[in-house]
């Protein structure tokens, strides 16, 4: 395999500052606002964007080896993800810390402002560099019968305290 080169097509901007406390998906972030701001030369690929409720954001985690302490495994390969206890295969957890530390959420679109995407329910740290934006389409995108792994073992409760990341909670 050769390696690949990604260039971004522009940065997302959120009020999330500190890895530690940022919301761990979407769903933890509920109402948090943010700003997907476009390169200028890829301005007419957001013409029709409009039209959808919700967008797919898959960006670089830049910062990713800030929290590879924490979340350190018996190897590269395995992690301790923030939802449990217990490493990990990489690839079985939404873990930063990946082979290529690629990371996607599914965010509300606000509004298109020319370039600028404002959007909520956003769990990205600011500054990260967006690689590519796709529609989010249920026709596509929704799956009803479906299983979460070790995931579904973990409880409503712990997900929340764990994905929502308030410092005043642990």
Known sequence: MTSLVLDPIGVIHSEHTD???TPIQ???AQGSPGR???LPRFEEALDDIDGFSHLHLIYWLHRAAEVAVSMAGPSPLRVVPFLDDVPRGVFATRAPIRPNPLGMSVVRLVERRGSDLLVV???VLD???LL????????FDIRLETRSGWMDDVSDETARR???RRPDEG
């Not at 590519?132 to 026709?139: E, F």
């Open 19 to 21: 890895p530690g406390q």
């Open 26 to 28: 979407p769903s933890f």
């Open 36 to 38: 997907v701001e476009v």
């Open 121 to 123: 329910d956003l769990d």
């Open 127 to 129: 500054g990260t560099p």
């Open 132 to 139: 590519d934006i796709k529609p989010y389409v249920a026709r």
């Open 162 to 164: 764990r994905g929502e």
